[in-house]
């Protein structure tokens, strides 16, 4: 599909196991982000990439959330040793352009529930 | 830092009817966006205003900006059911060029 796209759209973890959450961003956009968003809530800044570059990562949470591009493409946010409060949907998002500064185009995200 | 802040934080209205949503910030912006996410889904990007509009329409939706009192809203017109959803505004954060912040967001339903 043209979208971003996300998987696994749900994952159960039990508190301790590590997980790994995959974004597909839309062909050719340079610009990739991570978003945590609790429930009722807005979404949380965690990361963003330009390119393969992580320019910024000051919105994860603990040194137990990690994420790449190596490829300048797909990411991938990893959560080790994860937590009950790490319950939430994670949402990726992308845009054509540099920076935060215009239309991000978001997945589905993934919900984590860890039991 | 930057943040946005909508009121109401639920609004419930019926068909037909007219839904305003505000949203305050802090500091100084280059623009503002306005997005849209259905229960379970991703956020859905809306319309943006640059810090020089006032005013922009799209379809059924008005947003305003006032940077002299750092607030924007959105009037959704003639509500249909199939608005319900939650609308967050969104910008960017002063401290970082790159991180894009939300509010807590309004919830809006929209009852037949």
């Known amino acids: 599909g043209a979208g971003v796209s996300q998987s696994p759209r749900y994952k159960v973890a039990k508190r301790g196991q590590d997980v790994a959450l995959r974004c597909d961003p839309i062909s050719g956009h340079v610009s990739l982000f991570w978003y945590q968003q609790a429930l009722g809530q807005g979404p949380e800044f965690l990361t963003y990439?330009?390119?393969?570059?992580?320019?910024?990562k000051s919105g994860l949470p603990s040194d137990r959330f990690f994420a790449e591009r190596p490829e300048g493409s797909v990411s991938t946010l990893k959560i080790q040793r994860t937590q009950q409060e790490d319950s939430a949907v994670y949402l990726c998002a992308s845009s054509p352009r540099g920076g935060g500064d215009g239309e991000l185009f978001f997945g589905e995200g993934s919900r984590l529930t860890v039991l | 830092s930057q943040q946005g802040e909508e009121d109401p934080q639920a609004l419930s209205i019926q068909e037909g009817e007219n839904a305003t949503m505000n949203c305050s910030y802090k500091t100084s912006i280059n623009n503002l966006q306005w997005y849209r996410q259905n229960s379970g889904r991703g956020l859905v990007h809306l319309i943006l205003i640059r810090s020089n509009e006032r005013e922009k329409h799209s379809g059924r939706l008005r947003v305003t900006l006032d940077t002299s009192k750092k607030s924007s809203s959105l009037l959704i017109t003639a509500s249909r059911a199939a608005d319900t959803a939650s609308y967050f505004c969104?910008?960017?954060?002063?401290?970082?060029?790159?991180?894009?912040?939300f509010g807590a967001g309004t919830r809006l339903a929209v009852h037949p």
């Open positions: 969104a910008m960017i954060d002063s401290g970082g060029y790159n991180k894009l912040i």
């Open positions: 990439f330009q390119n393969e570059a992580q320019l910024d």
